[in-house]
Structure formats: structure tokens, C-alpha cells
């Protein structure tokens, strides 16, 4: 079975600064996608991001990228130039498409943006 | 193209009582499931569907059934709700072996039960 494990349950960070939040997995699987949800405070689950575990290339959307470590089973988020908008939870997901697509979620991290 | 659509969005149960949570799809995906977020934790996946007519569970299935009689609809049935199933409900749904690999969320459905 996969876990996910996101060991900073809260961070802060000033507006137009860069935040990095962590995330690691473990899994035997060595084809798999990585997942950064944003849920701000209406729940709506919002895609940030997604890497394919089979490109090296780490994914960028803008003012947010991932650092993937494969060898050491770790997927971190950063956020350049912060903005109150992006205060929110950050969920971390795996998913192995061999098991019906099912996303393995962590715990989260409660993002705060302050002036 | 509304994506993911959940009712209700906020419901009160006595104990005891049952309720059907409703979702539905307009994007013609295969995969759909059901999770639930219990208060500062992570989604929980509760049972899911890889097509019409076929559902198995997930980690957390006591307490709910599930049924897929088309690809638009995957209504999650609560019986004899009990506290500990108070929580936010979400549905997501997927196209499976598509590139993008990605689950599309309802906006959820919060359920108290007292």
C-alpha cells in the first residue's frame, strides 16, 4: 500500500515571498502520478500541479513547480511570490493507475499568506 | 459543461436515519469514486467505479452503499447514520489512461449528523 506523508501541518509566508512545502511518499511501484491539491476555505478541491513519475523534467504552472526526487520518494511544492490567494490547505496525492486510479491523499498543510 | 455536480450541499441527520448523497458527471468519465474529509485530515477514499455497472470498496466502507447504473450518476447511500459519519463528502471522477491522469472534484457535500 501507498502513504504519503506531509510533515508540516502549518506554514506561514509573507506575500511576494517563496514558500516551499514538503511532501513524501512510499510505494514499490515505479510508474505513478504526483498530485498538489489546493483547497481554500469553500473545500473546492483545485488541481496545482501534476508529475508524471516517468519524466525526469520536473512540472511548473506558473508561479508554482515541484521538486521530484524519485530516488528519495520526495515531491515538494514551491510557490514564488505569494499572494493572499493561495492561503489555503495543500494535499499531496498519489495515484498508481493500476489500482483503479486511486488517489492516496496526506494530511496537509494549512498555507497562510500574510502582508 | 458543469464537470462534477454534488446535492446536496449541507444536510442535518438524526441518528439513525438514511440519506442518499448525489453525484454526477457531464465529462463521459469511466472512473468515479467517493471520499471523505473528516475535520483537519486528508481525503479518504470510501468506494469508487470503473464503469457502469461495476463498484468495489475503498479504505473506508462501513455504513455506505454505492450503485452505477449509468456513467453520469454515482449516488453514495448513507444507512443509519451515525455520528462518527459526520463529515465532507466529495466525488471526483476520471478518464483512465489518459495522459493527464487527473480526478475532477465536486465542491462537496458537508453532512452532520446529531
Known amino acids: 500500500a501507498q502513504t504519503v506523508t506531509q510533515s508540516q501541518p502549518e506554514m506561514s509566508v509573507q506575500e511576494a515571498e517563496t514558500v516551499t512545502l514538503s511532501c513524501t511518499y512510499d510505494?514499490?511501484?515505479?510508474?505513478?502520478?504526483l498530485f498538489w491539491y489546493k483547497q481554500p476555505p469553500s473545500r473546492q478541491m483545485i488541481l496545482v500541479i501534476r508529475q508524471e513519475a516517468y519524466k525526469q523534467q520536473n512540472a511548473t504552472e506558473n508561479r508554482f513547480s515541484v521538486n521530484f526526487q524519485k530516488a528519495a520518494k520526495s515531491f515538494s511544492l514551491k510557490i514564488s511570490d505569494s499572494q493572499l490567494g493561495d492561503t489555503a490547505m495543500y494535499f499531496c496525492?498519489?495515484?498508481?493507475?493500476?489500482?483503479?486510479?486511486?488517489?492516496?491523499f496526506g494530511t496537509g498543510t494549512r498555507l497562510q499568506v500574510t502582508l | 459543461n458543469a464537470g462534477v455536480t454534488q446535492t446536496p450541499k449541507f444536510r442535518i441527520l438524526k441518528i439513525g436515519q438514511s440519506m442518499t448523497l448525489q453525484c454526477t458527471q457531464d465529462m463521459n468519465h469511466n472512473y468515479m469514486y467517493w471520499y471523505r474529509q473528516d475535520p483537519g485530515m486528508g481525503l479518504k477514499l470510501i468506494y469508487y467505479?470503473?464503469?457502469?455497472?461495476?463498484?468495489d470498496k475503498g479504505e473506508v466502507p462501513n455504513g455506505y452503499n454505492v450503485s452505477r447504473s449509468t456513467t453520469e450518476d454515482f449516488p453514495l447511500r448513507l444507512e443509519l447514520a451515525a455520528p462518527s459519519q459526520t463529515s465532507v463528502y466529495f466525488c471526483?471522477?476520471?478518464?483512465?489512461?489518459?495522459?493527464?491522469?487527473?480526478?475532477?472534484f465536486g465542491p462537496g457535500t458537508r453532512l452532520l449528523v446529531l
Open positions: 496525492a498519489f495515484l498508481y493507475t493500476g489500482t483503479a486510479s486511486k488517489l492516496t
Open positions: 471526483a471522477s476520471s478518464a483512465p489512461g489518459s495522459i493527464q491522469e487527473t480526478q475532477y
Open positions: 510505494t514499490s511501484e515505479s510508474n505513478y502520478y
Open positions: 467505479s470503473v464503469g457502469a455497472g461495476i463498484t
